[in-house]
């Protein structure tokens, strides 16, 4: 079996990527105790069914992903403890920073990612984690986040029939066999319209059911009755990609408690100008590093939030770019609550490209447009195209 699959397999790794990465630290295994180990050279090495496995180096191995190592060495270097927090993790993805936070004694991580189906089944499957998942942090409000977590808890259901409005059915005197006195009261029996009536009131709601419009209310699992999501935070921390931090902090700091610790990944690269990012997206500029730090911080104090540090990664990022974290506090109160977000650019949609246009491209790698023109007359009038001397 491949050595990257068998580490997998085994439990040794929760993905491919980190068990490469497994490998690369150094990785050995042995068939029985009186032989000797083998080193795994590359990823695609054969290691047999049942064999004796030794990593050399299992600090990748420690989180669910390469995050976790990032947020434990900078809360290492900030002193922050996240112990019995409510903490919210913004582009939670794989649950690498999610993780950290739990191993370091978190009570309680609402994860939110704009993207679906990406956190590891085991962070997934614990109580203390709440998985939000196709909410864009950029345009996140307590109402939306606090909505979305009720969804994630509950289960929808039909709203209950109303029997106690039911018509009494007209002709109810036959039920005892048509003997009626000079007592009886029809006054309470339906009418026909009043039947038919409620007779397409059921039909519309079958038609409803059976294209999954029916009206339904939510209701929470037994299981999570006691799970507080309340949109207020502890501590906030975060990795964003493809989208600048300056774009999502108005959001997020809105819902850091007062006095709150905010500790968010800075990746460069998402910070600057195209123009400013080298080939494969690498910053390249060291100089650059202060830009993006001023602006940052900028944002930040802009926010009501007090900058207390800024640090480098303990590692780089997976590209290779030098990432940083940014530590702020929110102050004793919550400000700009009720300024509008950043606006989020419509989306543009590509030019319609006509069908001619679009015939002479694919005809590009054919014609030779230095050739005579009337090699481009249509029909009969269009030469035979000549070879060239060469």
């Known amino acids: 079996m491949r050595a990257d699959v068998f580490l997998v397999d085994m439990g040794h790794a929760s993905t491919r990527s980190q068990a490469q990465r497994l490998i690369a630290s150094g990785v050995q295994w042995r068939t029985s105790p009186l032989l000797p180990w083998k080193r795994v050279l590359k990823n695609g090495d054969d290691i047999p069914a049942g064999a004796e496995l030794q990593l050399l180096d299992a600090a990748e191995a420690k989180y669910i992903s390469r995050g976790g190592l990032k947020l434990e060495g900078a809360l290492a270097t900030t002193g922050l403890s996240?112990?019995?927090?409510?903490?919210?993790?913004?582009?939670?993805?794989?649950?690498?920073?999610?993780?950290?936070l739990l191993q370091a004694g978190a009570a309680q991580v609402i994860g939110v990612d704009v993207g679906?189906?990406?956190?590891?089944?085991?962070?997934?499957?614990?109580?203390?984690?709440?998985?939000?998942?196709?909410?864009?942090?950029?345009?996140?409000?307590?109402?939306?986040?606090?909505?979305?977590?009720?969804?994630?808890?509950?289960?929808?259901?039909?709203?209950?029939?109303?029997?106690?409005?039911l018509p009494e059915a007209p002709y109810a005197w036959m039920r005892n066999g048509g003997v009626i006195d000079e007592d009886y009261d029809d006054s309470r029996d339906a009418?026909?319209?009043?039947i038919e009536a409620f007779k397409a009131e059921r039909a519309a709601k079958a038609r409803a059911r059976e294209l999954g419009t029916v009206p339904t209310v939510l209701r929470r699992k037994a299981e999570f009755a006691d799970v507080d999501i309340t949109p207020q935070f502890d501590f906030v921390t975060g990795d964003v990609s493809f989208i600048s931090l300056t774009l999502v902090l108005?959001?997020?700091?809105?819902?850091?408690?007062?006095?709150?610790h905010l500790l968010m990944l800075v990746k460069p690269q998402f910070e600057l100008q195209p123009g400013q990012v080298g080939k494969g997206g690498i910053v390249r500029d060291p100089a650059l590093y202060e830009q993006v730090r001023q602006r940052v911080c900028d944002c930040l104090a802009q926010l009501g939030l007090e900058v207390k540090a800024w640090l480098d990664s303990p590692i780089t990022g997976g590209d290779g770019n030098h990432e940083f974290f940014v530590h702020a506090q929110q102050g004793a109160q919550v400000l700009h609550l009720d300024a509008p977000l950043p606006e989020q650019p419509a989306a543009t949609k590509p030019a319609r490209v006509s069908r001619t246009v679009l015939?002479?491209?694919?005809?590009?790698?054919?014609?030779?447009?230095d050739?005579?023109?009337?090699?481009?007359?249509?029909?009969?009038a269009r030469p035979k195209?000549?070879?060239?001397?060469?």
Not at 154 to 164: G, L, T
Not at 191 to 194: Q, V
Request: proline share 5%; glycine share 8%; hydrophobic share 30%.
């Open 191 to 194: 009418k026909d319209a009043e």
């Open 359 to 369: 015939r002479e491209q694919k005809r590009a790698h054919i014609i030779d447009l």
């Open 82 to 100: 996240v112990t019995g927090l409510r903490c919210l993790d913004v582009g939670q993805s794989t649950g690498g920073f999610t993780d950290c």
């Open 371 to 380: 050739e005579d023109d009337d090699y481009n007359v249509p029909g009969p």
């Open 116 to 165: 679906q189906g990406q956190l590891h089944e085991r962070l997934r499957a614990d109580r203390r984690v709440v998985c939000v998942e196709g909410l864009n942090a950029r345009s996140m409000t307590a109402e939306t986040l606090q909505q979305a977590c009720e969804e994630v808890l509950s289960e929808r259901w039909e709203e209950e029939e109303d029997n106690d409005t």
């Open 250 to 260: 108005p959001a997020v700091v809105r819902l850091l408690k007062p006095h709150g």
């Open 385 to 390: 195209r000549k070879q060239r001397p060469a």
